[in-house]
């Protein structure tokens, strides 16, 4: 079982979820983050600091976010970790909520 950064942290990218992380398994790309489902433990610790509520439980993905269990993994073996929490975008207020920002992902 793994946690899945969803489609609210594209744009958003609070990092409050990688302090809390015991494994480090959070990795940053230009404009989100993600888990790498083989290191992350289950312990849910991530999922209540995450401002945006972009972090689910594997067994509780909502449908419309089931392409990004795939895109974690895969982005997770290219991008660099990251352990300590930055600094959110200027304007990552005006992106939360925002429906279908999958096209906004940077690789």
């Not at 990218?13 to 888990?35: R, S, W």
Request: include cysteine; glycine fraction near 2%; aromatic fraction near 8%.
């Amino acid at each position: 079982m793994t946690f899945v950064v969803g489609d609210n942290c594209i744009k958003c990218k609070h990092t409050d979820c990688v302090e809390v992380c015991p494994v480090d398994c959070f990795y940053e790309g230009p404009n989100t983050l993600v888990i790498h489902p083989d290191e992350c433990i289950d312990c849910a610790l991530c999922e209540p600091e995450c401002p945006v509520d972009a972090i689910f439980s594997e067994d509780e993905l909502p449908d419309d976010q089931e392409a990004f269990l795939e895109l974690n993994a895969e982005l997770a073996d290219v991008w660099p970790n990251i352990t300590e929490k930055k600094d959110a975008p200027a304007d990552a207020d005006k992106w939360d909520g925002v429906p279908n920002k999958l096209q906004y992902l940077e690789r």
